[in-house]
């Protein structure tokens, strides 16, 4: 006998699963609901009709229970809907008239197999789905309903081929005409009956004795009777019964089972492998790491302990240490000639370097006498000399010459206003470092954007001393004067004396090109001009971005002082000039908007806010492909001719904050008010 069914009670909302029922149009022909009680509003109904029991029992020589779940299509069902009103879905999905249907219930037995428990009645059929899990034990214990499966021995095939109610008080003797019937025997073929017992893990069954009631021998409602015909030798085959038959099916299924075993074992060995190799190449990585950890924390405390003795070291360099760092000064290594010599890209001990083969051997002691002096953050770092070929090897800096980054050599990015604004910074305070001591003061003499270099972070250094020097030699004239007129001191010519308002000159036309990104010649003529016809905006270089107008006035009449053609109407670098700069260098790149302000002190509308389309102040500005920012309703109309690539536009919100702010400090105006009140 199968083991004994438990009636779960089905609680409020989440607790035990509810009891499962059953719904058939005519008592042979069932259709089966399974529900599952979640956390929602919503139950889910599995409905089985008979002809998904033909189907998918015993096909293809698979063995199911009863019915496969997992196929079955699923209802939601509101547990405040009736039985009733559930029976009328029915209809509506299969066609079945509501009085040919008959709901039974179905419990869920120790083997985790569903079986046929107990019909509803009719007064039930009305109670919602909520309530069903109340109803009382069945008391009718006459009838049984059992499920009948056919076994073909030849095929090895179990299927199932109906289902009967009988009489729990008969022999299942009386049924065997029905069950010849159900598989096409012949009245003179014995048949044999066995009672399927358990599927899960395993499927057992026992033989029935047709002469014993139902009853005794123990078969109730749901239970499944398996029946075969009694085969005679020689025809016996591989599974000649029911019970060889169902214990191939557990063999098989053990078979499945050891080698999924296998399989995943074989997979653990494999995986454990991979392990062993990973965490032997980690313990290699952490050895190699832990070493070149410990060897430049060495190298780290030596070149401490070098900076303790001395803080200026130099290095010796070999001819040999040159050649192989330029690959014996290969054409392809070389990235500048000038007045000052040759320079090459290098590599000594994996370190990019710039190493420049002096152009005499003057200039090459002069330059090794000052660097070796001086140091500072914004100087070039002088790492060592090469005697044999008047050899200087400097730091690398990867960003060129200012003088590139002004005119965009190579269509390199141009320099943001805040990055130009941080270069004069840096320069101003590298000369005030060189003018520092008042006796031994260092007048640089040839500060051009060509001999400033930029590193990787956009910082600056000067490079290329000791030309100074060389002027002021008798009978010597500077080289390449063309380049360097627009920078060299007026006073220069007369008095042949560089002092260190000569530097001041030279630093003032480099803010005015800074500022405008225009040629040195006669610059400061034109900021002038400009600053008189309040016509200053114009000439500022637009590629640097958005420059606030206060600063860039300030660094243009702060420019334009120190560029005086004598030298006492220069200012004082530290007094006037640094004052001035000081502050600029630290604001941040987006601490205001461009508000560009005429003469008389009125300010117009920043740049920033007009749409380039429509002139007119933006409410919705969204950021084209071009780059630009447009008013969205002026780039959406066919107000230009101008196609873009394509027409996805990001709103810029950030934008149409500072607007807002900007329109609501324009409240006193009544047309800026009405402008703010749209936005």
């Given at each position: 006998m199968p083991p004994p069914y438990s009636h779960i009670k089905v609680p409020q909302r989440c607790c035990d699963l509810p009891r499962d029922p059953f719904f058939s149009r005519r008592l042979d022909s069932p259709h089966q609901r399974k529900i599952h009680w979640g956390f929602g509003f919503l139950t889910t109904w599995w409905v089985v009709r008979e002809e998904d029991f033909r189907s998918r029992i015993g096909e293809d020589g698979h063995y199911f229970d009863l019915i496969d779940f997992s196929a079955i299509e699923g209802f939601n069902v509101p547990p405040t809907m009736t039985i009733l009103r559930f029976k009328e879905k029915l209809t509506e999905k299969f066609g079945t008239p509501l009085q040919c249907q008959r709901l039974w219930w179905w419990a869920r037995r120790q083997n985790n197999t569903y079986r046929v428990d107990r019909p509803l009645t009719t007064e039930e059929e009305n109670l919602p789905v909520l309530n069903t899990n109340s109803l009382p034990t069945w008391s009718n214990m006459d009838d049984a309903l059992v499920f009948l499966k056919h076994y073909d021995p030849g095929k090895a095939q179990l299927r199932y081929v109906g289902l009967l109610s009988v009489k729990v008080a008969s022999r299942p003797s009386e049924i065997l005409p029905k069950l010849r019937s159900l598989a096409g025997f012949c009245l003179s073929e014995t048949i044999e009956l066995y009672e399927e017992i358990k599927f899960e893990p395993s499927v057992w069954c026992e033989a029935i004795d047709i002469h014993n009631t139902f009853s005794a021998g123990e078969i109730i409602t749901g239970d499944i009777i398996c029946f075969q015909k009694i085969l005679k030798p020689p025809d016996i085959p591989k599974y000649p019964s029911v019970a060889s038959f169902l214990q191939h099916v557990c063999d098989q299924k053990t078979y499945e089972e050891v080698r999924k075993v296998h399989i995943l074992e074989e997979e653990i060995v494999t995986l454990k492998h991979q392990a062993d190799t990973y965490l032997v190449q980690k313990e290699k990585a952490v050895t190699a790491?832990?070493?070149?950890?410990?060897?430049?924390?060495?190298?780290?405390?030596?070149?401490?302990?070098?900076?303790?003795?001395?803080?200026?070291?130099?290095?010796?360099?070999?001819?040999?240490?040159?050649?192989?760092?330029?690959?014996?000064?290969?054409?392809?290594?070389?990235?500048?000639?000038?007045?000052?010599?040759?320079?090459?890209?290098?590599?000594?001990?994996?370190?990019?370097?710039?190493?420049?083969?002096?152009?005499?051997?003057?200039?090459?002691?002069?330059?090794?006498?000052i660097l070796s002096q001086w140091r500072h953050p914004n100087i070039i770092t002088f790492i060592g000399v090469c005697s044999e070929v008047s050899a200087l090897v400097y730091e690398w800096l990867p960003n060129g010459n200012l003088e590139d980054r002004i005119?965009?050599?190579?269509?390199?990015?141009?320099?943001?206003?805040?990055?130009?604004?941080?270069?004069?910074?840096?320069?101003?305070?590298?000369?005030?470092?060189?003018?520092?001591?008042k006796s031994t003061a260092l007048v640089h003499g040839d500060l051009r954007p060509c001999n400033i270099l930029i590193d990787a972070n956009y910082r600056s250094k000067i490079c290329n001393f000791g030309m100074s020097n060389l002027f002021l030699q008798l009978g010597t004239f500077p080289p390449n004067l063309t380049a360097r007129l627009p920078y060299m001191d007026p006073e220069f010519n007369t008095t042949e004396e560089l002092t260190t308002l000569s530097d001041v000159y030279s630093l003032g036309v480099i803010i005015l090109r800074l500022l405008t990104g225009m040629p040195p010649l006669t610059l400061s003529e034109k900021v002038a001009e400009?600053?008189?016809?309040?016509?200053?905006?114009?000439?500022?270089?637009?590629?640097?971005?958005?420059?606030?107008y206060i600063e860039a006035k300030q660094l243009a009449l702060i420019g334009l002082s120190c560029t005086g053609m004598t030298r006492k109407k220069r200012p004082d670098l530290l007094n006037e000039v640094w004052i001035v700069i000081e502050p600029l260098t630290r604001k941040p790149p987006a601490a205001t908007w461009p508000y560009l302000q005429s003469a008389s002190?009125?300010?117009?509308?920043?740049?920033?806010?007009?749409?380039?389309?429509?002139?007119?102040?933006?409410?919705?500005?969204?950021?084209?492909?071009?780059?630009?920012?447009?008013?969205?309703?002026?780039?959406?109309?066919?107000?230009?001719?101008?196609?873009l690539p394509n027409l996805n536009l990001v709103p810029n919100r950030v934008l149409r904050s500072f607007i807002h702010g900007y329109l609501q400090q324009q409240q006193p105006n009544p047309a800026y008010q009405q402008q703010l009140s749209e936005t």
């Amino acid at each position: 006998m199968p083991p004994p069914y438990s009636h779960i009670k089905v609680p409020q909302r989440c607790c035990d699963l509810p009891r499962d029922p059953f719904f058939s149009r005519r008592l042979d022909s069932p259709h089966q609901r399974k529900i599952h009680w979640g956390f929602g509003f919503l139950t889910t109904w599995w409905v089985v009709r008979e002809e998904d029991f033909r189907s998918r029992i015993g096909e293809d020589g698979h063995y199911f229970d009863l019915i496969d779940f997992s196929a079955i299509e699923g209802f939601n069902v509101p547990p405040t809907m009736t039985i009733l009103r559930f029976k009328e879905k029915l209809t509506e999905k299969f066609g079945t008239p509501l009085q040919c249907q008959r709901l039974w219930w179905w419990a869920r037995r120790q083997n985790n197999t569903y079986r046929v428990d107990r019909p509803l009645t009719t007064e039930e059929e009305n109670l919602p789905v909520l309530n069903t899990n109340s109803l009382p034990t069945w008391s009718n214990m006459d009838d049984a309903l059992v499920f009948l499966k056919h076994y073909d021995p030849g095929k090895a095939q179990l299927r199932y081929v109906g289902l009967l109610s009988v009489k729990v008080a008969s022999r299942p003797s009386e049924i065997l005409p029905k069950l010849r019937s159900l598989a096409g025997f012949c009245l003179s073929e014995t048949i044999e009956l066995y009672e399927e017992i358990k599927f899960e893990p395993s499927v057992w069954c026992e033989a029935i004795d047709i002469h014993n009631t139902f009853s005794a021998g123990e078969i109730i409602t749901g239970d499944i009777i398996c029946f075969q015909k009694i085969l005679k030798p020689p025809d016996i085959p591989k599974y000649p019964s029911v019970a060889s038959f169902l214990q191939h099916v557990c063999d098989q299924k053990t078979y499945e089972e050891v080698r999924k075993v296998h399989i995943l074992e074989e997979e653990i060995v494999t995986l454990k492998h991979q392990a062993d190799t990973y965490l032997v190449q980690k313990e290699k990585a952490v050895t190699a790491y832990d070493q070149l950890k410990h060897e430049r924390d060495n190298a780290v405390q030596q070149v401490n302990e070098l900076r303790d003795q001395s803080t200026h070291i130099i290095l010796d360099f070999s001819r040999k240490d040159m050649e192989q760092a330029t690959e014996h000064f290969k054409n392809a290594r070389e990235i500048g000639d000038t007045e000052y010599g040759h320079t090459y890209k290098g590599m000594i001990h994996n370190m990019k370097v710039l190493i420049k083969l002096s152009s005499s051997q003057k200039l090459f002691q002069q330059e090794v006498s000052i660097l070796s002096q001086w140091r500072h953050p914004n100087i070039i770092t002088f790492i060592g000399v090469c005697s044999e070929v008047s050899a200087l090897v400097y730091e690398w800096l990867p960003n060129g010459n200012l003088e590139d980054r002004i005119i965009c050599t190579n269509n390199s990015a141009p320099l943001s206003w805040y990055n130009r604004t941080q270069i004069i910074g840096e320069i101003c305070c590298a000369l005030l470092f060189l003018h520092s001591n008042k006796s031994t003061a260092l007048v640089h003499g040839d500060l051009r954007p060509c001999n400033i270099l930029i590193d990787a972070n956009y910082r600056s250094k000067i490079c290329n001393f000791g030309m100074s020097n060389l002027f002021l030699q008798l009978g010597t004239f500077p080289p390449n004067l063309t380049a360097r007129l627009p920078y060299m001191d007026p006073e220069f010519n007369t008095t042949e004396e560089l002092t260190t308002l000569s530097d001041v000159y030279s630093l003032g036309v480099i803010i005015l090109r800074l500022l405008t990104g225009m040629p040195p010649l006669t610059l400061s003529e034109k900021v002038a001009e400009a600053l008189g016809s309040d016509s200053l905006h114009l000439l500022i270089d637009k590629s640097a971005g958005d420059w606030p107008y206060i600063e860039a006035k300030q660094l243009a009449l702060i420019g334009l002082s120190c560029t005086g053609m004598t030298r006492k109407k220069r200012p004082d670098l530290l007094n006037e000039v640094w004052i001035v700069i000081e502050p600029l260098t630290r604001k941040p790149p987006a601490a205001t908007w461009p508000y560009l302000q005429s003469a008389s002190g009125d300010s117009s509308v920043p740049a920033a806010f007009i749409c380039p389309i429509s002139m007119e102040i933006m409410k919705d500005p969204q950021v084209a492909s071009d780059g630009f920012t447009y008013e969205a309703e002026a780039i959406r109309s066919p107000m230009t001719n101008l196609a873009l690539p394509n027409l996805n536009l990001v709103p810029n919100r950030v934008l149409r904050s500072f607007i807002h702010g900007y329109l609501q400090q324009q409240q006193p105006n009544p047309a800026y008010q009405q402008q703010l009140s749209e936005t």
